[in-house]
């Protein structure tokens, strides 16, 4: 029995980067899925689900899933609609190729308001009289059945005549009942969960069982049986019983192909190059002589403890989800020193290694400057900021074409005698002038 997990819909989510709570559409056919579980609560997002060519016998767990526009249910055990009811924007719902004989359980579909298109071909109900006058007067927001648009003339005449139509629904499928419970009752009522449980075999009968394995393979497959969820279950059963022996014989048979490594080596010891994810890397090792940087683009919702990383001399490796990234390195590194971070916004890993003539060079240690050493150094630089700065020029050019050494006089130059005071001249008063003692004094 396969049952849905994590991994199996991260596995079918890689359209949308394996992130499942945004998930809007996802494929689980052919999957050999006998029971719907998780869905509801890891995508309640989703709009599509794909379930067809599964084992599944029973529609449920899907009444959280509000957004849900499109169910495809075909190749399935289903025998009964149930559990639609809360899908409140389901608009296409097939059923093509099911065990659904109660027809009578469609009615549950008539809260489904926007439910415009359905497909029930292959069910033991479509073979019923009057199948589709019931489908399209039990629910009248139908607009196209099995693939075949609804008239209105059609949709008036059904809803008219339904209450008649029903009753010879319900003894059809009445009567379908009976006949499947004596055809079970005539092969002895084996169930398919009675198949593998026919009790202990003798020793003469397994010797007979070894001999005769050929002829009861062939005998299962030519034998014809009728179209029930048992003998889907046992045909699946026995496919999958002949996969195993097949594996098994395989792995018994010696065979001259020698098996493929992870990592493959050359003759010489080196390493290939591989690159198993098709994951976008950048190597750099031009632009810094100390140091290598590898720029790895693994996938972004991928969990860090999912990734196994692994520096070498030589070669760095990791590995994710099953696949392997390995790069030769074009000279030696240091792993001890070596770093790896990753990002949180792209989730790309950044890988940083020294290269192993840096790890040299610093082994031999330089002295430190003491702090008093330090401040003096700082001390000094600025007392030379403070200085001033004159312009440069040749005395040679300038006493050989002008000499402006005498355009201004310095102090010393000039005598003691020539440093004398001006002296401020006095106007002589004239004779006519006359004193007015009402006029201020000038100042």
Request: some cysteine; charged content about 35%.
């Amino acid at each position: 029995m396969v049952q849905i997990t994590e991994a199996l819909i991260r596995k079918r989510a890689e359209h949308n980067e394996g992130l499942i709570f945004s998930l809007e559409e996802i494929s689980l056919h052919q999957s050999d899925i006998e029971k719907i579980e998780h869905i509801d609560k890891w995508c309640r997002d989703l709009k599509i689900l794909y379930l067809q060519s599964n084992l599944i016998d029973r529609i449920e767990n899907v009444s959280k899933l509000k957004q849900l526009e499109y169910l495809n249910l075909a190749l399935n055990n289903i025998q009964k609609v149930e559990n639609l009811e809360k899908c409140e924007n389901l608009s296409k719902l097939d059923l093509t190729v099911n065990f659904i004989a109660e027809l009578t359980s469609i009615e549950s579909l008539r809260k489904n308001e926007f439910l415009r298109e359905m497909y029930m071909t292959g069910n033991p109900s479509s073979k019923f009289d009057h199948y589709r006058e019931f489908v399209v007067g039990t629910l009248p927001q139908l607009q196209r059945l099995d693939g075949i648009d609804i008239t209105n003339t059609e949709r008036l005449d059904a809803i008219q005549n339904l209450d008649q139509i029903r009753k010879s629904i319900v003894w059809q499928q009445e009567d379908y009942f009976i006949k499947e419970k004596k055809k079970k009752e005539g092969s002895g009522g084996r169930w398919y969960t009675d198949i593998g449980a026919e009790g202990t075999a003798t020793i003469e009968e397994v010797d007979n069982g070894e001999c005769d394995k050929k002829k009861d393979k062939d005998s299962f497959w030519n034998t014809p049986v009728d179209y029930t969820p048992e003998s889907r279950k046992e045909i699946h059963a026995k496919l999958e019983e002949e996969r195993l022996e097949r594996e098994e014989a395989q792995g018994k048979v010696r065979t001259n192909k020698v098996p493929k490594r992870e990592t493959v080596l050359e003759r010489d010891g080196k390493r290939f190059n591989m690159n198993q994810g098709k994951w976008p890397f950048v190597l750099d090792d031009t632009s810094d002589s100390r140091q290598i940087t590898l720029e790895v683009g693994v996938p972004k919702y991928l969990s860090t403890h999912n990734i196994d990383m692994d520096v070498q001399p030589t070669y760095v490796k990791i590995v994710a989800e099953g696949r392997t990234f390995q790069l030769t390195l074009p000279v030696e590194v240091c792993p001890d020193t070596s770093t790896c971070q990753r990002s949180q916004m792209t989730g790309k890993l950044l890988v940083t290694m020294p290269t192993l003539s840096q790890q040299w060079q610093s082994t031999n240690p330089v002295a430190k400057p003491s702090f008093r050493e330090e401040n003096s150094k700082f001390l000094k630089e600025k007392q030379n900021k403070k200085k001033d700065n004159f312009l440069e020029f040749d005395d040679a050019k300038t006493k050989s074409d002008l000499d402006f050494s005498n355009i201004v006089n310095s102090a010393k130059s000039v005598p003691l005698a020539a440093k004398t005071r001006p002296v401020a001249k006095v106007k002589a008063i004239p004779d006519d002038f006359e004193d007015d003692p009402d006029v201020p004094p000038l100042m």
